[in-house]
T-cell receptor
Framework: DVKVTQSSRYLVKRTGEKVFLECVQD?????MFWYRQDPGLGLRLIYF???????EKGDIPEGYSVSREKKERFSLILESASTNQTSMYLC??????????FGPGTRLTVL | QKEVEQNSGPLSVPEGAIASLNCTYS??????FFWYRQYSGKSPELIMS????GDKEDGRFTAQLNKASQYVSLLIRDSQPSDSATYLC??????????????FGRGTQLTVWP
């Protein structure tokens, strides 16, 4: 079975803090993705990576950065958290041009 | 912009009925199509994939694809209360165009009442 894990299920941070969300997959997938999901807005792609050290902006990259130093690990960084970044964050991975598999999600609250 | 449209619902059906979920997409050369199920508070789970025109059946689920009409649907036969969830349609455009990212609809919320 494909396994995608995320570092935290729930996270509470304060405005202005630097936040790291980590995602690890064990299927040697080339692609990894970070989404946020908000009620009524669906899944929105923040960033994705198609290889180690390679990244592409998604639809809402502002306020976020990413890092992929190893193939199995993809990190999302909020440089200075703001309240409008309170959301459910979902990581996914896939072989290129194939279906994606999601991690359990991290519900982030920024106070 | 590659658009994927779904009726947001909510769609409500009685137990044992057929639930029909629909999805249209804007990119004519899209090649692969997926249905995900998402329970409240959980992450999306892949339940069906379809790549060619026609029907694909898996247990109580049938995916239907019509590329000429740019339309994909999911039928759930003998619906159960445990099928109550949000169903997301996802589209993979032509190879080489997007590095393999999927485009998701906003989902249709399904409720199956006993």
């Amino acid at each position: 079975d494909v396994k995608v894990t995320q570092s935290s299920r729930y996270l509470v941070k304060r405005t202005g803090e630097k936040v790291f969300l980590e995602c690890v997959q064990d299927m040697d997938h080339e692609n990894m993705f970070w989404y946020r999901q908000d009620p009524g807005l669906g899944l929105r792609l923040i960033y994705f990576s198609y290889d180690v050290k390679m990244k592409e902006k998604g639809d809402i990259p502002e306020g976020y950065s990413v890092s992929r130093e190893k193939k199995e690990r993809f990190s999302l960084i909020l440089e200075s958290a703001s309240t409008n970044q309170t959301s459910m964050y979902l990581c996914a991975s896939s072989f290129i041009y194939n279906e994606q598999f999601f991690g359990p999600g991290t519900r982030l609250t920024v106070l | 912009q590659k658009e994927v449209e779904q009726n947001s619902g909510p769609l409500s059906v009685p137990e044992g009925a057929i639930a029909s979920l629909n999805c249209t997409y804007s990119d004519r050369v899209s090649q692969s199509f997926f249905w995900y199920r998402q329970y409240s508070g959980k992450s999306p789970e892949l339940i069906m994939s379809i790549y060619s025109n026609g029907d694909k059946e898996d247990g109580r689920f049938t995916a239907q694809l019509n590329k000429a009409s740019q339309y994909v649907s999911l039928l759930i036969r003998d619906s159960q209360p445990s099928d109550s969830a949000t169903y997301l349609c996802a589209v993979l455009p032509m190879r080489g165009s997007t590095l393999g990212r999927l485009y998701f609809g906003r989902g249709t919320q399904l409720t199956v009442w006993p």
